[in-house]
């Protein structure tokens, strides 16, 4: 087993004890990071976010020249999930090595990537590099990527514009090509209350759910039976499932409220705002009716996520670029989602790469394998080595 580099190892235990579950800031990490990263001389760049809680950062390795503008962006986001409810057998914002892992929350996902990244940083300070390299580190991925947005409108703002990239989710440093698109909505149906012996003085804000959830299910069944199709994909078309529903305060009363959320994850060939579009149109559809019973009844319909899917061609700059760093080049797409392709979108064209299984993330004892790192450490130098200039 090969281990990583103590660097590396120091670096991953001091993310993981910074607390990023994404309800919470990700600003003390980043002030960890930058300080740790100025002492190497330095100048991250913050951008908060809106509200000021929390931020993107992003540390830039000029080229030979000084130039800041163009070069490799590698991407990490600091946000992790929540460790509530789960049954831990070590403390989770606490690094701890057994059996040639390493546990804790966000090991894999994806603080593993971003302490590969780090440790990096004095080679490739070393390294006369041909072109720069940016690595950033963005906010709140894990609840619809919802700090990518701003970060590439950020970069492209400072001058820095990176011209392709690897996102760093845990891919067993497999190349990955492809990922479906994530929508999350919630329809909030609003009816009125009656006492349930008088139902025709109510509107039932269930019932008329009930046709949201059959109409959503029925535009499952028809990607599923009608497509498109993607074979690279483990399931090969797009999928949509109602995934929670509450209404409802008494039985014996005709229920005013009910709020349904849906998902869909679609593949490339599915235009992602033409069916949230088809939704609205479904929806005051069944707002028309219940209207028509009383007129203060109501539906509204809310986009809480949307991230867009990646379709990276198997001749990108970017693909031959890994390819040429030695990764596996593979026709196999996923079905999670990543900043890749936020970043791809917003012109700088991205893969996912990066050290882990996504099977061992989100869950408790989430751990990664020290030869993963090992491997993860090994793209980056070929990275440098091919950056560098030559003397």
């Given amino acids: 087993m090969t281990r990583p580099s103590p660097e590396t190892i120091e670096w991953l235990t001091r993310l993981v004890g910074f607390d990023t579950t994404s309800r919470e800031s990700n ?13 190497l001389g330095l100048e991250p760049r913050l951008f908060p976010s809106a509200d000021g809680r929390k931020g993107n950062l992003a540390i830039t390795v000029p080229d030979a020249a000084g130039g800041v503008t163009g070069g490799v962006l590698l991407s990490g986001h600091t946000d992790c999930v929540p460790v509530d409810g789960q049954a831990w057998t070590s403390d989770p ?12 929350r966000g090991t894999a996902d994806m603080k ?49 514009s990176p011209r392709l990239g690897f996102v760093g989710e845990p891919s067993m440093m497999r190349m990955i090509r492809g990922h479906k698109s994530i929508n999350v909505a919630r329809v909030i149906l609003t009816g009125v209350a009656a006492h349930s012996s008088l139902t025709h003085r109510g509107v039932n804000a269930i019932e008329y759910a009930s046709e949201v959830v059959a109409y959503w299910r029925g535009r499952a069944d028809a990607w599923r039976d009608s497509g498109p ?8 078309y797009t999928s949509a499932s109602t995934t929670m529903i509450e209404g409802g305060n008494g039985v014996n009363i005709v229920p005013e409220r009910c709020a349904v959320t849906l998902e869909f994850r679609a593949l490339a060939g599915v235009d992602d705002a033409t069916v949230l579009e088809e939704l ?31 379709d990276m061609p198997a001749d990108a700059d970017v693909v031959l670029l890994g390819r040429e760093l030695g990764l596996e080049s593979t026709p196999d797409k996923v079905t999670y989602g990543t900043e ?8 700088i064209p991205c893969v996912v790469c990066g050290p882990g299984d996504i099977g061992d993330a989100h869950r408790a ?27």
């Fill in 112 to 160: 593993g990537f971003i302490a590969c990244c780090l440790a990096a940083l004095p080679e490739l300070l070393a390294a006369p590099l041909a072109e720069p390299v940016h690595l950033g580190l963005s906010y709140d991925e894990e609840v619809g990527c919802l700090g990518a947005p701003s970060f590439v409108a950020a970069l492209h703002e400072a001058g820095l």
């Fill in 93 to 104: 914002f606490t690094v701890v090595e057994r059996s040639g892992r390493l546990y804790g």
């Fill in 229 to 236: 199709f993607d074979e690279a994909y483990p399931l090969p």
């Fill in 27 to 39: 600003l003390p990490l980043l002030d960890a990071v930058a300080g740790r990263v100025r002492e």
């Fill in 280 to 310: 609205r149109e479904f929806c005051a559809g069944v707002e028309a009716r219940m209207k028509a019973e009383n007129p203060v009844a109501s539906v509204t319909v809310e986009v809480l996520a949307s991230t867009i899917g990646l």
């Fill in 340 to 347: 890749a392709g936020v970043f791809t979108a917003g012109g």
């Fill in 365 to 391: 004892d989430e751990s990664i394998a020290l030869d993963q790192l090992a491997d993860c450490e090994t793209f980056l130098a070929r990275l440098i080595a091919h950056l560098r200039v030559s003397r």
